[in-house]
Each structure stands twice: as structure tokens, then as C-alpha cells.
């Protein structure tokens, strides 16, 4: 059985970023630079490397460096929030789609002498979970198109988008308009680290376990686009991999937050 701060190695910005969705928000969006390294030390960061990770995240806007109490601490960002507030929307739940729900279609074109802003486009609508259906036309389903409409505006590439609702005459060719079998491969690697993990009630080890769980469960929110069943591969493993999350969250999220809370109430 695995120990439960070990079943998922995470980078420590990444950790950091967790942290923030989270913690960090409930207590003010501010945290002193001691605190935070006193509380992922119980998840096996180093000082060092909690620093390096401040500096890294303050490069990308998501945290800015200030000063309380005479505390050297970090804050987040208006876009760090924008950013949480997005993920907290498709986090917790399994979204599957109905096969009558429809599509949602993004429909480009970018001017060559702007490349660096295709590869962008591109990038935010693969972490959405669209697929490629052909050049310049990605696809997903219906319950998307708001969130998508939305992060590809605030990435300023709106202008270069159309987009359309629609229906699937035939059945859709999932296979090829989505990575299944490396989504596969996710999903079965996420069962592996967690299934048989030690749910401990202590509570260092409950929120180093809890903190790595979620780190490791968010990428999915935004590569799964969560397709109509009728559409996956037989013995699709991602319900399974949402029931272990959900099972350890019920276990280790209240026990998590207390000793965040006591931890802090103590400095």
C-alpha cells in the first residue's frame, strides 16, 4: 500500500498552484512566505524549492510579491483568481455528455506572419478538451462552448474565431478528433498511484496526501472533454478514476483544511 504523500510526484510550483485553489482564496488570497513553507515541508518540499517556485509563479503573474505585518508573503493575481475561478467550475465534477446535447465547433484562421498566435489558439482549446477535426476546425461538446468562448476572448484571440452549434448526422469518430488512448493511459496511471493508497487520518500526512491527490487529479478537467459514453472505447477508465478521486477527497478534504487552519492560527 502506498503512503498517501507519496502516491503522485508534483513539481513544486505545481504543488504551490493547488495550494492556492485550495487555500489560499479562503483566507484572503495572501500568504507569508514562512507559512507556506512550513506547510509544504509536511508534503515533502524543500524550502529551497518553494522559493524558486514563488519567484517562477510572481514571472507569470499569478502571484505578486507583498509585504504584511513586516512578513515577506505572496498575493494572488486578479488573472490567478480569473484562472481558479475557472477550474473550480469543472474540477469536482465528471462531466459526461448526452449524445443529444450537441457541439460546440471553433472555427479558425490566423494569418501566417502570426504563427505565435495560432499556437496559442491552439493550445487553450486543447487544454478545453476540443478536438482537431480538421484544419482549423476543433470541436467538443455543447456544455463548452460558454467556458471556451470566454478563455479564448480573455486570451485576446476572439477576432480569429468563429464559432457554431451543431448536431452529429452519424455517429461521431471520436478516435480520430481525440487522443483516447493517451487520455486512456492517464487515467489508468492516476488508478494506479491512487487506488490502493493508504487514506490515512493523520493529519500532516491527510493534507500532503489531499494536496498531491487534487494536483494530480486537475489536468483532467482540462484534456477531458467528457464525451458521450456511446462515443469511448469499451471499459473507458475515467468514471473509475473520478470515484477514487471523490473518495479520497470525502476522506481527506475536512482534515486537510483543519490542520491548514491550525497550522496558521500557530504562527
Known sequence: ????????????????????????????????????????G????????????????????????????????????????????????????????????????????VPEHARAERHRLRTVLSWLGFGTVGAGVWIAPAALAAPAREQVSAAGLGAYVTWFAGATLELADAAAWWDLEELRRLYSEFLDRWRDVDATTEPGAAFAGYLKLVDDWRQFPRIDPGLPAGLLPPDWPGRRAFRTFSGLRDRWSDIAADFVSRSLRTR
Not at 502506498?2 to 500568504?31: E, H, K, M, N, Q
Open 42 to 109: 509536511a508534503a515533502g518540499v524543500a524550502p529551497n524549492a518553494v522559493r524558486q517556485a514563488l519567484v517562477r509563479l510572481k514571472s507569470r503573474d499569478f502571484l505578486a510579491g507583498e509585504r504584511r505585518a513586516g512578513r515577506a508573503g505572496y498575493a494572488l493575481t486578479e488573472a490567478a483568481r480569473a484562472d481558479l475561478e475557472t477550474g473550480d467550475r469543472r474540477i469536482w465534477r465528471f462531466g459526461e455528455a448526452e449524445p443529444t446535447d450537441g457541439w460546440v465547433l471553433a472555427v479558425f484562421s
Open 1 to 40: 500500500m502506498t503512503a498517501a504523500g507519496d502516491a503522485a510526484p508534483a513539481s513544486p510550483g505545481s504543488l504551490i498552484v493547488t495550494f492556492a485553489g485550495l487555500y489560499l482564496r479562503p483566507i484572503g488570497g495572501w500568504i507569508a512566505v514562512a507559512d507556506l513553507i512550513t506547510l509544504l
